[in-house]
C-alpha cells in the first residue's frame, strides 16, 4: 500500500498540469452529474412525502365522445359533495378554491406593533390534514374544525413570532376573503413544512364557510379524495359512473360526462394541469439524466485518453522497472490504483463543489435541497460510480503502457499501433459528439426563451409596474391612491385588475352566450382604464370609458380569436350563463392578445367592468424617460401613507415573464451550463491527445523542419487531422440535435423556427475552440529546433 501511495503522489509530482487538469474535469463531471441526480430524483419522488400517497387521488371529469378527453379539474362544491355521499369507498375528501391568492394579514408582534404579510390563504374541507399527513409541532389537526381558528406551518410561525409559540396567536385578515366570513383568526397548530415537490402549499389553512354549498353551476374548487385500503380507484370510478346523476352537473355544451380519478403522483406530469398545479414534463426529467449520463460518459473518455497521453512520458520509467524484475501485474495493478486515486480525488473535490453550490445557493434553477443528508444515498452511488471509472479507465492504458519489450522501449523504438490510435481518436468523436448536439439543443432553448420575451403578446408591457394591493385598500382608498400615485409626472395613469394578469397559464373561465352560441372565456375584470394602460388597441367599437362604471350592466371587450370563434360584434347582447346572471354588451374588439404563456394556444379573452367586486393589482404606467428608481420610492411611499404595515413588492413585467417561464429558464440554464461543461471536458481529452501525438511525432516534426516545413505548416498538418473529427462528429451530431430540438418545441403553441445558421454557429464555436487549443498546445512543439528534437529521439 505504501508503495502506491508513493507511486501516486510521484505521479502527481511529475505530471503536474496534465493531473490537475484531469481531476478538474472529472470533478466538475461529477458535481455535474450529482446534481442533476439530486434535481431529477426530487421530480420523480414528486408527492410521494405523504404516507397515504397511494390512496390519494385528483378528481377529474371528463368528456366522452369518440375517445375520452380531459374537461375540467374544477368543479362546482355541490359537485364535489354528491361525489362524497355517492361512495362508501371515499375514506376522506378535501376540497379548495385554487384561484385565491395571497392575502394581505397582520399579526401582533411581541413589540405589540402589527407587522403586515401577504400570505396565501386555503379554505377547505378538515379533511385535508388526514388526506396529506400533516405532522403537528403545536396544537392539532381538530382545530380546524373551527371556524374561528387556522393551521399555519412552522416557518411563518418562526417568521411571525420566532421561536415563541404560535398556538393562541391572533392572525387578522385585513381584506374579504369570499370563502371565509371569519377576519379574525386564532392560531390552532403549527404542522412541519412539506418539502418543495409537493402540490400542497405551506399555506395557512382554514375551514371553508358555507360559500356556494348548494351551487351547481359555478365551478371554483380542485376536489381530493382519499380511498379505503383495498379499494381500486377503476372499480370505484366505475360504480360511481354507473349510479351518478351527471344531469345535475353544469354542462351548457351537453356533453356526455364521466368521473375519473387521477392518482396524486401523476398529477405532477398533467400536462393539461399545467396553470393550476406545479407541473413538469416526463420528457425533462428525461432529458436531465441523459446529461448526467452524458457528462460522467465524456468525463471517463477524457479520463481514458488522458492516462494514454501520459504514457510516453512514463513508458521508459516503467518498463525499465521490468527490467529490474518487476512483475507486468504488479506494475498493472499500481496503475489501475494510481487511476482509482484520481477519480477518488476528483469525487472528494466534486463534494466540496456541491457542497459550496449548496451553501451559496448559485444554481438557483436547481429546485432540489442539495444538502448531503437528505441526499447520502446518492452520494455514495456517486463515490462507487468514481471508483469504478478509475478502475475501467485505467485498464487500458495499464495494459498499454506495460505491453512493449523492455529492449525496444529503452532504445526508444515504440510507437502507436493503428487499433490504438483509431480507439483514441473514436472516443475524442464521441465526446465531440454530445458537446456539439448539447450546444445546438441549448442555442435553440436560448432561441426559444428570446423568442417568449421578445413576442407581440398584444400589450406594451414595457413601463408598467404592477403592484399588488388588498381589497381594503382598494375599495376605501383607490382614488386616494390614484391621486397620489399620479403627483409624480412620471406617472402616467393607473389601472386595475382582479388576478395578476401575464403571471399564470390560465384564469376564471365563464360561460358566456351570445344568441344561440354558449362558449367559454378567460374573464378578466378590470377596470376601464386598463385597455389604454396597458396599451391595447380597440380595433373595432370603443374602448371603456370613465362612464361606463355608472351603467348598471356588465360591458366586455373580446379579444380578435375569440370574435372570429363566436361571431359577436361590439355591440352584442352578452348573457353570462353562472350565477352572476347579469346580462351585458360587447362594446369594442381588440387585436390577439395574450395574458397566458405560449405554452398555450390562442387565448379567449374577455375583458369585462362593472363586476362590483374588487380589483386589488394595479398596474402603473410611467412615462418613457422616468427615473424608475424615484417613481418606484414614490410609489412605496404613497402605498406606506395609506397603510403602513402593507408589505410593499413591485414587479415590473420582465420579473413576471421570469416566473411564468420559470420551468423553461431553468431547463435552458441547465443545458447550457452543462453544454459549456461537456465542451471544456472534451477540450481537456483533446490537449491530452494531443499532448500523446506530440511527444510521438517529436521526431517527424524535427524532420519536417530540416525538409523545410515552417510553423505554420507543423500547425496546419495537427489542425487538420482534428478538423476532421470535427467535421465527421458535427454531421453524426446535427440530426441528433435536430430531432431532440423538435421534439422539445412541441411543448409551445407559438415556437422560434429551425434556423440553418445555429448550427453553423454551433460548428464554428466547436472548431474555433478545437483550433485554438490544437495551435496553444503544439506552437512549443513547432518552434523547438529540429536538431534537438531528432537528437533527444
Known amino acids: 500500500m505504501k508503495t502506491i501511495i508513493r507511486n501516486f503522489l510521484n505521479v502527481l509530482h511529475r ?66 359533495d354528491e361525489i362524497i355521499a355517492s361512495s362508501a369507498a371515499i375514506d376522506a375528501v378535501t376540497l379548495y378554491n385554487p384561484f385565491v391568492g395571497e392575502v394581505y394579514l397582520s399579526v401582533d408582534g411581541e413589540d405589540t406593533d402589527k407587522k403586515g404579510f401577504q400570505e396565501k390563504i386555503v379554505t377547505c374541507y378538515p379533511g385535508i390534514t388526514d388526506i396529506f399527513g400533516f405532522v403537528f409541532i403545536e396544537g392539532n389537526a381538530e382545530s380546524l374544525h373551527d371556524p ?75 376536489c381530493y379524495v382519499l380511498l379505503n385500503n383495498g379499494e381500486t380507484s377503476g372499480v370505484v370510478v366505475e360504480n360511481l359512473n354507473k349510479t351518478f346523476d351527471f344531469s345535475r352537473v353544469w354542462n351548457p355544451d351537453g356533453d356526455k360526462l364521466s368521473l375519473a380519478f387521477v ?79 484520481v477519480a477518488f480525488t476528483a469525487w472528494l473535490l466534486s463534494l466540496f463543489l456541491v457542497w459550496m453550490l449548496n451553501k451559496n445557493q448559485i444554481l438557483p434553477f436547481i429546485d432540489a435541497d442539495l444538502s448531503f443528508y437528505n441526499n447520502s444515498l446518492l452520494i455514495l452511488f456517486s463515490g462507487g460510480l468514481a471508483l469504478l471509472i ?215 379573452i374577455s375583458f369585462m ?12 404606467r410611467l412615462k418613457a424617460g422616468t427615473n424608475i428608481t424615484e417613481a418606484v420610492n414614490h410609489i412605496r411611499n404613497v402605498v406606506a401613507g395609506i397603510d403602513p404595515t402593507f408589505p410593499f413588492e413591485l414587479e415590473f413585467y420582465d420579473t413576471i415573464f421570469n416566473q411564468l417561464y420559470y420551468k423553461e429558464l431553468s431547463l435552458t440554464k441547465t443545458i447550457m451550463l452543462f453544454s459549456i461543461l461537456a465542451i471544456v471536458i472534451s477540450i481537456v481529452g483533446v490537449f491530452g491527445l494531443i499532448l500523446f501525438e506530440t511527444q510521438f511525432r517529436r521526431k517527424e516534426i524535427g524532420v519536417r523542419k530540416v525538409l523545410g516545413a515552417g510553423i505554420k505548416d507543423i500547425l496546419i498538418m495537427f489542425n487538420r487531422t482534428y478538423m476532421h473529427i470535427v467535421c465527421i462528429s458535427f454531421v453524426l451530431a446535427a440530426p441528433v440535435g435536430y430531432y431532440a430540438v423538435t421534439k422539445w418545441l412541441e411543448n409551445f403553441a407559438y415556437k422560434t423556427p429551425i434556423h440553418w445558421w445555429v448550427f453553423l454557429i454551433a460548428f464554428l464555436l466547436i472548431s474555433a475552440i478545437t483550433i485554438l487549443t490544437i495551435t496553444f498546445q503544439n506552437w512549443q512543439a513547432a518552434r523547438t529546433n529540429p536538431v534537438d528534437s531528432i537528437k533527444t529521439e
Open 609 to 620: 367592468i362593472n363586476s362590483h367586486e374588487s380589483l386589488p393589482v394595479s398596474y402603473i
Open 148 to 222: 374561528e381558528k387556522v393551521i399555519i406551518p412552522e416557518s411563518m410561525a418562526r417568521r411571525f413570532w420566532g421561536i415563541s409559540p404560535a398556538v393562541g396567536k391572533i392572525i387578522h385578515m385585513n381584506e374579504d376573503l369570499w370563502t371565509k366570513n371569519v377576519k379574525t383568526l386564532t392560531v390552532g397548530g403549527v404542522y412541519k413544512d412539506f418539502p418543495g415537490n409537493t402540490q400542497i402549499d405551506n399555506a395557512i389553512y382554514g375551514t371553508i364557510d358555507n360559500t356556494m354549498k348548494d351551487n351547481w353551476e359555478s365551478n371554483n374548487f380542485i
Open 263 to 341: 392518482p396524486l403522483t401523476d398529477v405532477h406530469y398533467s400536462k393539461e394541469k399545467g396553470g393550476l398545479f406545479k407541473t413538469s414534463e416526463k420528457k425533462t426529467v428525461g432529458v436531465l439524466f441523459m446529461i448526467a449520463l452524458l457528462v460522467i460518459i465524456i468525463a471517463a473518455i477524457n479520463f481514458t485518453n488522458f492516462s494514454i497521453a501520459l504514457a510516453p512520458l512514463r513508458i521508459k520509467s516503467i518498463n525499465t522497472q521490468k527490467v529490474f524484475g518487476c512483475s507486468i501485474q504488479n506494475q498493472r495493478r499500481t496503475l489501475i490504483t494510481e487511476a482509482v486515486g
Open 15 to 80: 505530471f503536474k498540469v496534465a493531473t490537475v487538469l484531469n481531476i478538474l474535469g472529472l470533478s466538475l463531471a461529477f458535481a455535474a452529474f450529482i446534481v442533476i441526480l439530486i434535481q431529477v430524483k426530487y421530480e420523480q419522488r414528486f408527492d410521494t412525502c405523504h404516507p397515504k400517497a397511494g390512496r390519494i387521488f385528483l378528481v377529474d371529469l371528463m368528456r366522452q365522445g369518440a375517445t375520452s378527453e380531459y374537461a375540467s379539474t374544477i368543479h362546482s362544491r355541490a359537485f364535489i
Open 390 to 604: 478509475g478502475s475501467i479507465a485505467g485498464m487500458y492504458p495499464a495494459w498499454y503502457m506495460t505491453s512493449f519489450q523492455p529492449a525496444l522501449v529503452l532504445k526508444g523504438n515504440f510507437g502507436t499501433s493503428p487499433s490504438g490510435r483509431f480507439l483514441r481518436f473514436g472516443l475524442v468523436s464521441f465526446q465531440y459528439i454530445i458537446s456539439t448536439g448539447l450546444i445546438i439543443t441549448a442555442l435553440f432553448i436560448q432561441l426559444q426563451n428570446n423568442y417568449m420575451r421578445s413576442y407581440d403578446y398584444g400589450f406594451e408591457k414595457d413601463q408598467v409596474a404592477v403592484v399588488q394591493l388588498n381589497g381594503d385598500i382598494y375599495n376605501t382608498g383607490k382614488d386616494t391612491y390614484v391621486n397620489k400615485l399620479k403627483e409624480y409626472p412620471g406617472i402616467e395613469d393607473v389601472a386595475f385588475s382582479k388576478q395578476k394578469l401575464g403571471a399564470r397559464d390560465g384564469y376564471t373561465t365563464y360561460g358566456l352566450k351570445y344568441g344561440d352560441n354558449t362558449f367559454y372565456s378567460y374573464v378578466l375584470e378590470v377596470s376601464p382604464s386598463f385597455p389604454k394602460v396597458m396599451g391595447i388597441p380597440v380595433i373595432e367599437g370603443r374602448d371603456f370609458l370613465p362612464t361606463d362604471e355608472q351603467a348598471n350592466e356588465l360591458m366586455y371587450i373580446f379579444s380578435k380569436p375569440l370574435q372570429q370563434m363566436v361571431g359577436m360584434e361590439a355591440g352584442s347582447l352578452i348573457e353570462m350563463e353562472s350565477w352572476r346572471g347579469a346580462p351585458g354588451h360587447a362594446v369594442g374588439i381588440t387585436g390577439d392578445v395574450k395574458f397566458t404563456s405560449l405554452r398555450q394556444g390562442t387565448d379567449g
